[in-house]
């Protein structure tokens, strides 16, 4: 018998196994039921909440019609289901949820479901755009704050991010507006592509690459200024801890201090910031749609609020939930993946 003691298993850092040992099937299930059960808690919340406000779409239909009369408002009431106990609805309505049924829309005159699924790629679109805006300039400026801490570069940069992060959003849509596609006539004033010309292939994405530039940059501003200011002090701290002196006092070139010791630990904060705020960046898309007519799902709650539709605001809000879940999953996928220390759940 060998009376060598067995050598200790080596630990393989995360980042360096395959995605499927990362996340394996079981932790994939988990939260696919964790899905489901805050699913169907909004589900449930996002139902009373809507059923306090006053009115509803018998009352706005009828309104419209001029015919206003109580016998009018309860046959409307009877044909959406509106005279039924609340309880009744909130069982019909979670039946059909669970059969991915999310109801008829009959201020749009189709099922919600569709609706969603037209509305739905502008307003990722957007989402993506501006965050990719404001991640990309934020970081950079944020860097080079940091570089020049307590000089004329940083002064005039954190008193540029607060400026943005200080101005309304629908404000600096409207400014935007008003020089690029008023006074310059470089882009389009709103809408997400040019009806009237037919364009195809590249020439359609390029079209909708031009009418992006402006909602973009008018939703990514905002979130810039946050991140300017977390990758600065970022920065800062991170320059301060005994790793980075103790690469530098090693020899390691600056460059290699800054990418892979400095910048990398300090995008950490920052990652977190895109998880805990992309609840927000759909809040906002609501404004920067309804400035700039961009078809999308936020400005589709603001009329169906409007209208009292409640089939589809239930949808859009359920659908929202979902989408800000999986933004954070995938944050917490990129977390563990920029810094080997972290272990996702088992």
């Known amino acids: 018998m060998d009376p060598r003691p067995a050598a200790a298993p080596v630990e393989v850092p995360a980042a360096t196994l395959p995605l499927a040992r990362v996340l394996p099937w ?22 009373f909440l809507l059923r ?24 409307l009431r009877a044909q959406f289901g509106l005279d039924q106990p609340l309880w009744v609805q909130l069982y019909k309505y979670l039946w059909h949820l669970a059969q991915l049924d999310l109801g008829f829309s009959h201020r749009q005159g189709m099922p919600v479901f569709d609706l969603i699924a037209q509305r739905l ?21 944020g860097v080079l704050a940091a570089g020049r801490a307590g000089k004329l570069l940083d002064t005039a940069i954190s008193a540029a991010a607060l400026l943005c992060f200080a101005t309304p959003l629908f404000w600096i849509g409207l400014m935007l507006v008003l020089v690029f596609s008023v006074w310059l006539d470089w882009l389009p004033v709103g809408g997400m592509f040019t009806v009237e010309s037919g364009y195809t292939g590249w020439r359609y994405a390029l079209d909708v690459a031009r009418h992006l530039i402006l909602p973009a940059i008018t939703l990514g501003l905002f979130y810039m200024a946050v991140y300017v200011r977390l990758m600065r002090a970022s920065m800062i701290e991170v320059r301060r801890q005994d790793f980075v002196r103790t690469a530098v006092a090693k020899g390691a070139p ?13 995008l950490l904060p920052l990652i977190t910031m895109i998880g805990v705020q992309a ?24 009329d169906a609020l409007y209208q009292r539709d409640y089939n589809l605001l239930l949808g859009i809000l359920l659908c929202s939930s979902v989408v800000v879940i999986v933004v954070n999953w995938i944050v917490d996928a990129v977390y563990a993946r920029v810094d080997p220390r972290i272990r996702l759940p088992h």
Do not use: C, K
């Open 254 to 266: 600056a460059r290699r201090v800054l990418t892979r010791h400095v910048l990398r630990n300090a």
């Open 279 to 302: 609840s927000s960046v759909i809040g906002g898309a609501v404004i920067v749609e309804t400035v700039f007519a961009w078809p999308g799902l936020g400005r589709t709650a603001f």
């Open 121 to 141: 790629p502008a307003t990722l679109l957007l989402m993506g755009a501006s965050i990719a805006f404001a991640v990309v300039l934020g970081a950079g400026l």
């Open 52 to 75: 306090l406000a006053p009115g509803d779409a018998a009352q706005v239909l009828a309104g419209e019609a001029g015919a206003a009369t109580p016998e009018y408002i309860a046959a």
């Open 26 to 47: 079981r932790i994939v299930a988990r939260r696919v039921a964790q899905l489901a059960g805050v699913v169907l808690g909004i589900a449930i919340v996002n139902f």
